[in-house]
């Protein structure tokens, strides 16, 4: 096999004289970068000849570093380049499953940003459960899978939602500047990632970041704009209108509180019955602003229709407004108590239930039943998503929008991946305090 | 007790010297109707004195008449009264049950039509499913209980649709005249009797009866406007779109086959599966118009994707309606077919079985699940009702709509109550041939 090396002519014959060349160039042709040094090199193939990209400048001293690397794997040294490479590391999948069971950390490198390209340095990237759904194959937006991260099998980053840095950008991008926030338009770029290579089009630029963290502007995208469209796009809310939301501590439970009160929206907020903790539960959500919180037992009880008369003024004040992330038959209850012509939208399916529907409330009580994603949503209206995001970050800057409890996974450099596989896991689990966010150190 | 009759003296003398006034009396209590030979009088009771109305002209040998009714109950021979008063029966209940239970067949007297007052003589009243519903006090619409028809105990008159026309109008009436045909706006009057009185502004003027049966008329406002408005009110249908629908060979199915037929749309229709007659059923949709005629057991068939992809030219037509007037589990399956942002549109429940959702049709597919009431949209949108009747209507008159199957029950003067009763309660069979419809003869 004859290998062309594009270097310079002394460091050419250095690389050929060295005698572990063979174990290189065969990880080269794997991961499509071959190490110099602690250049991690991008290498096209071409008519079967190895072409390495880029003006290598590695010193004889470096090539020692052309050895078997002692992973097996890329080499996951954190090593920047004089020249722009990135290292970096990404949690990625190569087919689907359980996070422990598909998860790996994967290291390569980001070649400097020219032309329209921009690499950002990720700071706040949350674990939503579609994100795990979608590691699990059961969410219909797929992943990308791809060898451009240098694997011979296609991969995807995990992750859908994120905000990340600008650290460098190509000639041809007039829209950001290093040092910039953005956070994604659409899901489905992989956020559970250091850093990342993309071009302007996919990015919203977060215009104010000032007194906004990372962790508002990486978690905006999803749960609060979720709950923001819900409660604007399908029934006609007014000032004095009561919505009914089940899983109601949820992100999007929290967010719909506050917003709703913001908006002078009234809520009956459902949690499920729980052995401990229930009391704390409804003072908290309370303190954000919920009108009133029950338990699902209580939403079934037999005397809720005098409770709902008690609290809306004998059905004076109407509840026309559903919010479901349940199924089940909490979801026939809360529809019951919806006044005519009310919209019940289904956004999740925590109980893996259907939602069952006795045919009176839609033909005679009017009661449309819809779903909401918000990805579709923010695909189609991206305009009215860039006004929304930055409605809601006012709202934090302006501390009328408080943070959902979460909790935070630091991802340095050094962390390891089963640390960072573990916090995937771990979402998992029952009871959560909050939703699980990786937030990124030195990486 | 005193009886005061508001009679000329001659007549008043023989009533007097009638021995068998007594009874009389009674049933005149009871009716709150006094028989004075061919003529029911309206009486009044003040202070425990009974007066009768109006200025009576029996002549002598009427008064022969003044004996105890054969029946039992009031008198029900058919007479005209030279100054207006109209004999009429009705089907009325005065408590809810199975028809056969409950119904019976009340006769009355209706007075001159005076002042904004309508006399109307029905021509022909479909008996719907809601109906029965009503009947059995299942129905979220009442009908109104009143002892208006001359009872003691509150009654309320069966029906909910009909063509009537109009026999007499009092001198404030502006917008009616007779021989007029008019349908309710509105459900609740109670439309299985042969005569009513009733105000203008509940009446809706069949503005061109020429070429139009009584029939058609009087069963254009629950079912043909049922699938008028769900073809033209949910999703933007347009030529070449399909709809699916389930109860396809019901009045408001085969209305819709024309009507999407008329309009451009394709269908999908649902028949139940049967032991005879199925391709006799099938041929027949066809010929009214349905593109394709499946039975509730195809639809649930392993290969009914592939098919749909055969006939939709692999789903780039696009599904964009449903129709259910079944409920349970062809729902379900007929929901999975629909394209993205369709609606699925609920009207009945046949099989008393709710509709069962899986979320994630309403999160991803973004399905959209309402329901329709004619009854309430009507009186909502009063104009566009008027406007979609005298649509529909021309349709048949220009011979572009079919009626559909139906079963006429002939309601003469002298119909016995039980042969009336029994149509009723016929409906309630399984596989009928036809809607039945009273089409009024001699009343």
């Known amino acids: ?49 190895h072409i390495f990209v880029g003006r290598a400048m590695a010193s004889r001293t470096t090539l020692r570093l052309l050895t078997k690397p002692s992973s097996g794997s890329l080499f996951q040294r954190r090593c920047i380049s004089a020249y722009g490479y990135e290292q970096a590391k990404a949690l990625t ?3 689907y499953g359980e996070p422990k069971d598909v998860l790996s950390l994967h290291g390569h490198s980001i070649s400097p940003a020219h032309s329209n390209l921009v690499t950002l340095r990720f700071l706040a990237s949350p674990i939503n459960p579609a994100d795990i759904n979608q590691l699990q194959g059961v969410y219909p937006s797929k992943p990308t899978f791809t060898t451009a991260l240098g694997t011979a099998d296609p991969i ?14 190509g000639d041809k991008v007039k829209g950001l500047k290093r040092g910039d926030w953005v956070i994604q338009k659409s899901p489905g770029f992989g956020t559970w990632r250091t850093h990342a290579q993309t071009t302007e089009e996919g990015l919203l630029k977060i215009e104010n970041k000032d007194g906004i963290t990372a962790v508002q502007a990486g978690t905006v995208s999803v749960n609060p704009c979720t709950a923001y469209c819900m409660l604007k796009n399908f029934s006609d809310m007014q000032a004095g209108d009561w919505f009914i939301q089940n899983g109601a501590n949820s992100g999007v439970g929290r967010a719909a ?3 709703g009160k913001l908006w002078g929206f009234k809520s009956i907020n459902i949690v499920r019955d729980r052995p401990e903790g229930l009391d704390a539960l409804k003072a908290d959500l309370e303190d954000i602003g919920a009108d009133v919180v029950i338990t699902d037992t209580e939403l079934q009880g ?19 407004l559903g919010l479901n992330c349940v199924g089940g038959k909490v979801v026939t209850a809360m529809a019951k108590l919806l006044s005519s012509e009310a919209h019940l939208v289904t956004y999740g399916a925590m109980s893996k239930q259907p939602v069952t529907l006795p045919t009176g409330l839609l033909i005679f009580k009017d009661i449309h039943f819809d779903g909401f994603w ?21 709202l934090y800057r302006q501390g009328k929008f408080k943070d ?21 896991q771990g979402t998992l689990d029952g009871y959560r305090k909050g939703k699980g966010i990786f937030v990124f150190g030195k990486t």
Chains 1, 2 share one sequence.
């Open 1 to 49: 096999m004859l290998i062309t090396y594009n270097l310079r002519p002394e460091l050419r014959e250095q690389v050929e004289a060295n005698p572990d060349l063979d174990i290189s160039i065969a990880e080269a042709k794997r991961g499509r970068h071959c190490w110099i040094g602690k250049l991690l090199i991008p290498m096209v193939t071409r008519n079967s000849h």
């Open 374 to 394: 918000v990805s579709k949503w923010s695909e189609r209206n991206p305009e009215e998503k860039k006004v929304m995001v930055h409605d809601i970050l006012d």
């Open 302 to 320: 037999a005397d809720i229709k005098d409770k709902l008369a008690e609290w809306t003024n004998g059905g004076r004040e109407k509840i026309k």
């Open 257 to 259: 509180i506050q917003l």
């Open 93 to 95: 999948f190569k087919k």
């Open 404 to 424: 959902t409890p979460y909790d935070e996974v630091k991802w340095e450099w050094e962390t390891k991946g089963e640390t960072l596989i573990d916090a995937v």
């Open 156 to 169: 995807a980053v995990g992750g859908n939602e994120g905000v990340a840095e600008v650290i460098a950008t």
